[in-house]
């Protein structure tokens, strides 16, 4: 998964969300012998760089991009699965909902939030859709978006927690970010 991620194979985020599973369900998987690791492992094997070894070590903000509907958190991979209760049965986990998880009705359904991010048009300052007046759903379905991040920002809109305004604000502050990053920094050779 990490030699794909860096060869653009696969998108960082989706890599990083398998790779994090992978490690919450026994270690991220040896392609040779097909063993699970524990990260210290698969990186002095090179499996790993410093920096993603680190990040799957050490949960962030980054990589929590599971939500648990009883405390409305976005949690690591591992964090929700140790929320989770292993049925008798079958051996699976399953996470226990609470009454409020459970009543919780959206502010909008899918099919009113969709409609009305293909209704709602921006004028964007940047990037590829300089210039253009395209809709939101145009704007987060884009290069610009994950997956992850699109379902986040329809899940705060669907929650009623964030108005559209707020959402246009977003995407094209994201928009900018992304960018401002693909630009080049300019460096001269010279006399000081």
């Given at each position: 998964?990490?030699?794909?991620?860096?060869?653009?194979?696969?998108?960082?985020?989706?890599?990083?969300?398998?790779?994090?599973?992978?490690?919450?369900?026994?270690g991220?998987?040896?392609?040779?012998?097909?063993?699970?690791?524990?990260?210290?492992?698969?990186?002095?094997?090179?499996?790993?760089?410093?920096?993603?070894?680190?990040?799957?070590?050490?949960?962030?903000?980054?990589?929590?991009?599971?939500?648990?509907?009883?405390?409305?958190?976005?949690?690591?991979?591992?964090?929700?699965?140790?929320?989770?209760?292993?049925?008798?049965?079958?051996?699976?986990?399953?996470?226990?909902?609470?009454?409020?998880?459970?009543?919780?009705?959206?502010?909008?359904?899918?099919?009113?939030?969709?409609?009305?991010?293909?209704?709602?048009?921006?004028?964007?300052?940047?990037?590829?859709?300089?210039?253009?007046?395209?809709?939101?759903?145009?704007?987060?379905?884009?290069?610009?978006?994950t997956?992850?991040?699109?379902?986040?920002?329809?899940?705060?809109?669907?929650?009623?927690?964030?108005?559209?305004?707020?959402?246009?604000?977003?995407?094209?502050t994201?928009?900018?970010?992304?960018?401002?990053?693909?630009?080049?920094?300019?460096?001269?050779d010279?006399?000081?």
């Amino acid at each position: 998964l990490f030699e794909a991620i860096n060869k653009n194979f696969l998108h960082k985020d989706h890599g990083i969300r398998l790779l994090e599973a992978q490690l919450a369900s026994g270690g991220i998987i040896d392609p040779v012998s097909s063993h699970r690791l524990p990260t210290d492992v698969a990186y002095k094997r090179g499996m790993l760089d410093e920096e993603m070894s680190r990040m799957l070590s050490t949960p962030s903000a980054d990589n929590k991009g599971f939500y648990d509907p009883n405390s409305e958190e976005n949690l690591s991979y591992q964090e929700l699965k140790d929320r989770c209760q292993t049925d008798g049965t079958t051996g699976l986990f399953l996470l226990p909902l609470s009454e409020k998880a459970i009543a919780f009705k959206p502010a909008y359904d899918e099919e009113q939030t969709k409609d009305t991010f293909k209704k709602t048009t921006v004028s964007v300052p940047a990037g590829t859709f300089s210039g253009k007046t395209v809709t939101i759903w145009e704007m987060i379905n884009s290069e610009y978006f994950t997956d992850e991040q699109r379902r986040e920002l329809i899940r705060q809109y669907r929650s009623g927690k964030v108005t559209v305004e707020k959402i246009i604000r977003i995407v094209i502050t994201v928009i900018e970010e992304k960018e401002g990053e693909k630009k080049p920094q300019l460096t001269f050779d010279g006399l000081r």
